[in-house]
T-cell receptor, first 116, second 113 residues
Framework: GAGVSQTPSNKVTEKGKYVELRCDPI?????LYWYRQSLGQGPEFLIY????????DSGLPNDRFFAVRPEGSVSTLKIQRTERGDSAVYLC??????????????FGPGTRLTVL | ELKVEQNPLFLSMQEGKNYTIYCNYS?????LYWYRQDPGKSLESLFV?????AVKQEGRLMASLDTKARLSTLHITAAVHDLSATYFC?????????????FGKGTKLSVIP
C-alpha cells in the first residue's frame, strides 16, 4: 500500500515569506507527527495529532509555526515569517493507534525547506 | 525529559568485521526504536524493542534492550557495504499521553571494502 507522502519535496523561499508543507499519512492511521531534522542531527519532535486535534504541540519552536489536520487525515504545517534558521528537512510520520504495543511510526520522504 | 545518546557518532569499519552501536537513554522509555537513514532519504524502521531483555535480529543486524541499564545496542555482524547508512535510536514515553519519539544524534556507519 501507499506510504506516507509529503509535498513539496523541496521548497526554497525567502526570509519573511509564508510556507505550507503537506503530509498525507498512511490510510487509516489516526496518529500523525511532525518532526524537524537539521543537518547532521536526529529528528526533533514538533507536534502530534490524534485524529483532528493537536494532542501535543510542545515541540513547536515558537508561534510562527502552526499545524492543522482538519479532517483527521492530511495535515499541513504552516510557517509564517520564515527565518534562515528554519531551514531543515521537515518529516511527517504516522502510526495506527499509539496505545498499541509498539506504536511503530512510518516516516514520509520529507520536505527540504531552504530559507534564503 | 527523555534524552537519548548514541555512540559512536561516526564508525568506519571494514567489510566482514563486527561492531556494536550503543544507545543510552536518561529516563523511563516505554519503547526503543532503531531506524536507518540513507543519504537524502527518509527513515526506515528496523526494530521496535518493548521489554527488558528483548532481542531482535534481521539479517546482519541484531538489537537488544536492557531497561535496567537504560541501554540498547545494535550489533552488526560481518558488515557489508550495503549497511553503510546513518542509524538512529529513539525512545518514547507514553506517560504524558504523547507518543513522540526522542532521537539520538545518529551513528554514521561507513563500511569499507
Amino acid at each position: 500500500g501507499a506510504g506516507v507522502s509529503q509535498t513539496p519535496s523541496n521548497k526554497v523561499t525567502e526570509k519573511g515569506k509564508y510556507v505550507e508543507l503537506r503530509c498525507d499519512p498512511i490510510s487509516g492511521h489516526t496518529a500523525l507527527y511532525w518532526y524537524r531534522q537539521s543537518l547532521g542531527q536526529g529528528p526533533e519532535f514538533l507536534i502530534y495529532f490524534q485524529g483532528t486535534g493537536a494532542a501535543d504541540d510542545s515541540g513547536l519552536p515558537n508561534d510562527r509555526f502552526f499545524a492543522v489536520r482538519p479532517e483527521g487525515s492530511v495535515s499541513t504545517l504552516k510557517i509564517q515569517r520564515t527565518e534562515r534558521g528554519d531551514s531543515a528537512v521537515y518529516l511527517c510520520a504516522s502510526s495506527s493507534i499509539p496505545g498499541l504495543t509498539n506504536n511503530e511510526q512510518f516516516f514520509g520522504p520529507g520536505t527540504r525547506l531552504t530559507v534564503l | 525529559e527523555l534524552k537519548v545518546e548514541q555512540n559512536p557518532l561516526f564508525l568506519s569499519m571494514q567489510e566482514g568485521k563486527n561492531y556494536t552501536i550503543y544507545c543510552n537513554y536518561s529516563t523511563t522509555s516505554d519503547r526503543l526504536y532503531w531506524y536507518r537513514q540513507d543519504p537524502g532519504k527518509s527513515l526506515e524502521s528496523l526494530f521496535v524493542l518493548l521489554s527488558n531483555g528483548a532481542v531482535k535480529q534481521e539479517g546482519r543486524l541484531m538489537a537488544s534492550l536492557d531497561t535496567k541499564a537504560r541501554l540498547s545496542t545494535l550489533h552488526i555482524t560481518a558488515a557489508v557495504h550495503d549497511l553503510s547508512a546513518t542509524y538512529f535510536c529513539a525512545g518514547s514515553y507514553s506517560g504524558a499521553g504523547s507518543y513522540q519519539l526522542t532521537f539520538g544524534k545518529g551513528t554514521k556507519l561507513s563500511v569499507i571494502p
